[in-house]
């Protein structure tokens, strides 16, 4: 079908279909927007093969190529549109069209299933405002751990089994003291203090090493001063099931410990008091009566005859120096029960101590063994009885001295040093005494501070001295309390309540008669 | 038991009456007048008696034990010298027994020094001649 409009130019409109282009300016809008219209339909596909492309984490990409052959099919229609106007090809053009419904039928298809997952899909939006979110919570995360009393630490497990810090908290910079900065992406094994990394890397490795989380409770000497903590380890499993971190809390229990140890020393130390305070007084009464009678037998034994006197005389002698032992002993029991008659006041505990230390130390030197004493700087005011404390004091030191000799009875050449420390911490004097003598034996700490428990060879110690300080820092409020230290030797650490802030007035004043 | 009116009087109260007959031998020796009572109620009878001039007492005693017998005397005598015996000494000492104003207290524990006892004795009460 051909028609009469058709000139040379415009172009040759024989397409069926085109007859009703009446005018040659409709034709030539007709050819000029098929071909923008093809060429942008060929533009577009192109933007998003980049976006395909360049974004890989899109959601449903196979549909978007879909919609972009979609799209290349519909230009390339509109091209032949804009084709045929000058020549007809019929069977490329039905062709084209089927090709292009086909896709468009898949298209169409496709698209309704996939709709309500396309609607699922977060906006860009939104997701900003998870990330926002999740930034906030994070943060209120990082404060709230930052301002934990527990100490919180995050320890990387490599795959080859070595362990990594991977982060910790403040507290746990202040409870283990060590400098944060230094720690993370450090190795435990050199970053944490000797005794530290010691006692717990076992334990983090066996939970690497099993996976199941565990608690467990140490109790070491660090730079700080003895810690007892209770750690909850849990191991975290990367997406195969391999443990990757351990994330560990820590709590203080020093505190509670000591008070338990405390009460249990201040219950047994009661019981002791009252057992002490009977036998004394019972074993005074016959005593008693023994010395005022053999004051009465010497006095009878005037009359006799000279040599029968003397004789008379040694015997009395032998009763008396065994009734005085007998009554030293009973004095000394006596004194585990707290009954002394003493003064009580506020004094400077550096004062007992320091004059103890003299006395001990003279003797020490002796024995080839070095004593030092380390004070803070200041008084130490404390309440009670100083010649108490003092006594104390020379028990705990004969304690080490003895400890020490023994030592070095099997081991000649080992150290023979006893360290005396005297500090305040948190409400309490603190007097530590070190020594690098044989230590206290695992089965018998229990029971060192029982009253004629000894260690001691027969007739080198009758185990009075240790009860005694210990009934002498519960007479002032405080206690004693004992652990091995782990070079070697023993630690005993005397703590007694500071007394209220005022004048420590010089030594303790006599109780008026 | 010879005694005349300047003669010091002593009052022992002590239950252990093998202990009390030997203070009595030891006190007598010094040159005191003495008189022993079994227990607190004792001493605290004869003390209605007769006041003595010092109280020499044990603590624990049956009926009425040494803290009692002192306040009772000293309610009557707030002068009254005591020594007290004890085989079980009170934490805070002599000042267990005694209140503002009163007499002085000494402390021995048992077994009693006897010299040390008859030193303070001398020292409170002082013999005559």
Redesign the interface.
């Known amino acids: 079908m051909s028609s009469p409009l058709v000139g040379a130019w415009p172009p040759f409109l024989a397409a069926s279909g085109f007859c009703s282009l009446v005018s040659p300016e409709l034709a030539w809008l007709h050819l000029l927007s098929d071909l923008a219209i093809g060429l942008s339909y060929l533009s577009i596909p192109a933007v998003l093969l980049v976006v395909l492309l360049r974004r890989r984490d899109l959601a449903y990409p196979w549909l978007v190529g879909l919609f972009a052959l979609f799209i290349v099919a519909c230009g390339l229609t509109h091209l032949m549109h804009a084709w045929t106007l000058f020549s007809p090809a019929p069977v490329l053009d039905t062709l084209l069209k089927a090709i292009t419904a086909a896709i468009s039928v898949t298209v169409a298809v496709t698209l309704w299933p996939v709709l309500p997952r396309l609607l699922a899909l977060r906006s860009p939006a939104a997701l900003e405002r998870e990330v926002m979110e999740r930034r906030a919570a994070e943060e209120r995360l990082g404060t709230f751990l930052a301002n934990l009393a527990e100490a919180v630490f995050v320890v990387r497990v490599h795959p080859d089994g070595r362990l990594q810090i991977e982060s910790v908290n403040p507290a746990f910079e202040r409870m283990f003291s060590v400098p944060g900065e230094g720690l993370a992406g450090a190795a435990p094994e050199t970053a944490l203090p000797p005794p530290l990394a010691e006692l717990a890397l076992p334990r983090w490795r066996k939970v690497a090493e099993q996976g199941a989380p565990m608690e467990y409770e140490i109790t070491a000497d660090l730079p700080s001063g003895r810690l007892t903590w209770q750690t909850v380890l849990v191991p975290l499993r990367g997406a195969d099931g391999r443990v990757e971190r351990l994330l560990g809390s820590a709590r203080d229990v020093t505190a509670t410990r000591r008070l338990q140890a405390g009460l249990v020393q201040s219950a047994r130390l009661a019981t002791v008091g009252t057992m002490c305070a009977g036998l004394a007084h019972e074993a005074s009464q016959p005593l008693n009566t023994a010395s005022l009678w053999l004051r009465r037998a010497r006095a009878a034994a005037r009359g006799l005859p000279e040599a029968e006197r003397a004789a008379f005389a040694r015997a009395a002698a032998v009763v008396e120096d065994q009734l005085r032992r007998a009554g030293d002993l009973v004095a000394r029991i006596r004194s585990l029960a707290g009954a002394e008659p003493e003064a009580a006041g506020r004094f400077d505990a550096k004062e007992p101590v320091a004059a103890a230390f003299r006395l001990a130390a003279s003797e020490a030197a002796a024995e080839g063994i070095t004593m030092t004493l380390r004070a803070a700087d200041g008084p130490l005011p404390v309440q009670g009885s100083a010649g108490r404390l003092e006594q104390a004091m020379m028990n705990l030191l004969a304690n080490a001295r003895d400890a020490v000799i023994e030592r070095r009875r099997n081991q000649p050449d080992a150290p023979a040093s006893v360290e005396v420390a005297l500090a305040q911490q948190s409400g309490s004097v603190v007097v530590e005494v070190r020594d690098s003598g044989v230590g206290i034996p695992e089965a018998v700490a229990d029971a060192i501070f029982d009253p004629f428990f000894t260690t001691k060879d027969p007739g080198r110690g009758i185990g009075l001295g240790l009860p005694f300080a210990a009934s002498a820092a519960r007479a002032m409020g405080g206690r004693l309390e004992a652990w091995n230290r782990p070079g070697g030797g023993a630690n005993f650490r005397l703590e007694l309540p500071l007394a209220d802030a005022g004048a420590v007035p010089a030594g303790a004043g006599a109780v008026p008669a | 038991m010879q005694e005349h009116a300047a003669t010091p009087r002593i009052l022992v109260a002590e239950d ?1 009456i ?2 009390a007959l ?2 009595e ?2 006190l007598l ?1 010094e040159g005191y007048a003495v008189e022993v009572a079994a227990d607190g109620q004792a001493a605290l009878e004869a003390a209605r008696r007769r006041m003595p001039d010092l109280l020499l007492t044990d603590l ?1 005693m049956p009926r009425l034990d040494g803290i009692g017998l002192i306040r009772a005397l000293r309610g009557m005598a707030p002068l009254l010298p005591v020594v007290v ?11 267990a027994f ?1 209140q503002d104003g009163e007499g ?4 021995f ?4 020094d ?1 010299d040390a006892l008859i030193l303070e004795l001398r020292r409170l009460l002082p013999l005559v001649g």
Do not use: F, H
């Open positions: 252990e093998l202990a030997a203070i031998d030891e020796g624990r015996m004890t085989g079980y000494v009170p934490s805070d000492g002599a000042a005694r002085p207290v000494a402390l524990s048992k077994p009693v006897m």
